[in-house]
């Protein structure tokens, strides 16, 4: 079938009035004012459904015994850790992992946010949130905008994490962080070497609660994949209270034996 | 002809330019999400993360008790559950998260206005069946009758779905005799993403607990619907009517030390501190923690129960 040139033009216009990013039909003054890269697009930091910057504190009231405390070594009740684990959950040597540097490998995006401590959630940029953790020290970037292809770089601890946010509708108000978590260097779900590969994905939500006696809980529940080491989805939800400040922000290094 | 060739080819590419830029920029604003979500249906547990560890008979980790708690819970004996008249007095409302079963829920809605007015999670052998009611019914007064299940009401917040517990018979919040007053409050936040459905505890007492106990758990859409509904009927288990009730005197608790030696915990973590619940704890006993031997039986996913090391007191 031939389509007109009046036709084609319309079509054209339509189309591209559609898809062009919002930012085109309604730039917003504050964008430019701030001097961001999203003069063109609201930032997710103008789009936040949910304040989660400020510091936090883990409230350590599950799993204690696999987080306060280093478990028995060979013990992986409730991860779902496949036959090919079963060697390197026996075999872990911290003392080697110190040695070969992998003092961090319990640290990595797969375990930190059940590792107690405190996070520090900052704004990097107009679109990335930025997560320091003061045990082990470890920096998560949530990176908002598509990066260009990274499927050559080097895996590191804390990965490649893409975030969005879901916000509901108005006039209701309020949402939650969607991030997912790639290109991760192999390391451990627990303290005592129970592992996840490099293949490992880990996709999580993070929601805030009124707490009842006042300030505000995040909840960030995790979902850790792994095609090598993991026969099914592992699933946590570790929560952490609000702090006034950073007054007892305790930054302290990665450490494979405690 | 030519032209129209030229804006054909020309409304292509700007077409594929603009919706390669939306697609770019679409990470930067919020993905819109309903006010509520389907929460009717059939929740799998998750099972991935241990909310009441080894239903070992003291442990008390996790939870800030108080002195009166901590008292009572060491004198406690799970025999009592032997009793005729306690077999099926069941667990209470925080048994929803701390249990480990699924939830079968299910709405109730006004013919007229098609309005939901409640949800209904489904009983268990030893949980009632909880309605949170939806339809801004007033609490009642604080001397109407106390259940196991409490008086729920809820409401729609920010896509999760909001509700508190009150009128709780006095019970447990651990099944090895941790107590929750009459006098507790629950608040819960229901969150769903995707198929995951984490349900949060916020669970306040005035007489046990120093701060709130806060347990989350996962549970996940199941395609086939549970059916939990097997009744729980009483039968003799060694204990005549007429009996005492089992217990210990606090201090001579027979189990106080079984959790603590067998993997080498701190005393006043296992017995419920709120200072153990921080993690300035983890670094005030980086020194003194001795990590237990290592495991060899009932180390994997489906070791729900230790293995006592040694004999049973």
């Not at chain 1, 470890?138 to 879901?166: M, V």
């Not at chain 2, 390669?20 to 509520?36: I, N, T």
């Not at chain 2, 099972?47 to 003291?58: A, K, Y």
């Not at chain 2, 229901?190 to 459905?197: E, I, N, S, T, W």
């Amino acid at each position: 079938m031939k389509r007109s040139f009046v036709e084609t033009a319309v079509l054209t216009l339509v189309v591209a009035a559609l898809g062009a990013p919002t930012s085109v039909r309604a730039q917003r003054p504050s964008d430019s004012a701030r001097g961001t890269q999203a003069s063109a697009s609201p930032s997710a930091r103008d789009a936040t459904p949910i304040d989660l910057t400020g510091y936090w504190v883990s409230y350590v009231t599950e799993n204690w015994r696999y987080r306060m405390v280093t478990p028995a070594k060979g013990e992986y009740r409730r991860i779902p850790s496949s036959a090919a684990a079963l060697p390197i959950i026996k075999s872990w040597d911290p003392s080697a992992d110190e040695r070969a540097g992998n003092q961090c490998k319990s640290y990595g995006a797969g375990a930190i946010m059940s590792v107690p401590g405190r996070l520090h959630i900052t704004w990097q940029d107009a679109n990335t949130l930025r997560i320091d953790t003061d045990a082990g020290m470890q920096t998560r970037l949530l990176r908002f905008t598509a990066r260009a292809s990274s499927s050559g770089a080097r895996p590191t601890w804390q990965g490649e994490s893409t975030a969005r946010w879901e916000g509901v509708a108005p006039p209701d108000r309020g949402g939650s962080l969607s991030v997912v978590t790639s290109n991760m260097r192999a390391g451990y779900l627990r303290k005592n070497g129970v592992p996840y590969s490099e293949r490992a994905t880990v996709s999580e939500h993070f929601d805030i609660a009124a707490l009842p006696d006042g300030g505000q809980l995040l909840l960030v529940t995790t979902t850790v994949e792994d095609p090598v080491y993991l026969n099914a989805p592992y699933v946590v939800s570790p929560h952490f209270k609000k702090e006034p400040d950073g007054s007892k922000w305790d930054p302290t290094p990665c450490s494979s034996t405690w | 002809m030519l032209i129209n060739l030229v804006v054909s080819r020309l409304a292509f590419t700007l077409s594929i330019v603009a919706l390669v830029a939306r697609a770019a920029f679409a990470q930067a604003g919020p993905a819109v999400l309903p006010s509520q979500f389907a929460f009717a249906g059939s929740w799998a547990p998750i099972g991935t993360e241990d909310v009441q560890n080894d239903s070992v008979p003291v442990d008390y980790l996790g939870l800030a008790l108080t002195e009166e708690a901590r008292t009572r819970a060491l004198s406690y004996d799970e025999s009592q559950k032997s009793m005729v008249e306690r077999q099926c007095q069941g667990w209470g409302a925080a048994y929803m998260v701390l249990g480990p079963f699924g939830l079968r829920i299910s709405s109730q809605s006004d013919p007229a206005t098609n309005r939901i007015v409640s949800y209904t999670i489904d009983a268990w052998e030893d949980w009632m069946t909880m309605p949170i009611w939806m339809d801004g019914r007033p609490r009642p007064s604080e001397h109407a009758l106390h259940t196991q299940a409490g008086f729920t009401t809820g409401r729609w917040e920010g896509g999760a779905l909001v509700a508190r517990t009150t009128h709780l018979k006095a019970g447990f919040i651990r099944k090895t005799g941790v107590p929750l007053s009459d006098q507790a409050t629950i608040d819960w936040r229901f969150f769903r993403h995707g198929d995951v459905l984490t349900v949060l505890m916020m669970a306040r007492d005035p007489v046990y607990l120093v701060e709130p106990e806060i347990i989350s758990k996962g549970f996940r859409l199941s395609k086939n619907p549970l059916d939990y509904r097997d009744e729980c009927v009483p039968g003799y288990e060694g204990r005549e009517p007429g009996d005492g009730v089992p217990h210990f005197a606090p201090e001579q608790n027979p189990f106080l030390d079984e959790f603590i030696t067998l993997y080498n915990l701190p005393r006043e973590a296992v017995l419920g501190y709120r200072d153990t619940l921080y993690p300035e704890y983890r670094k005030k006993i980086k020194g003194t923690y001795v990590p237990p031997p290592p495991c060899t039986a009932d180390c994997g996913v489906a070791g729900n129960f230790v293995r006592r090391r040694g004999p049973t007191p």
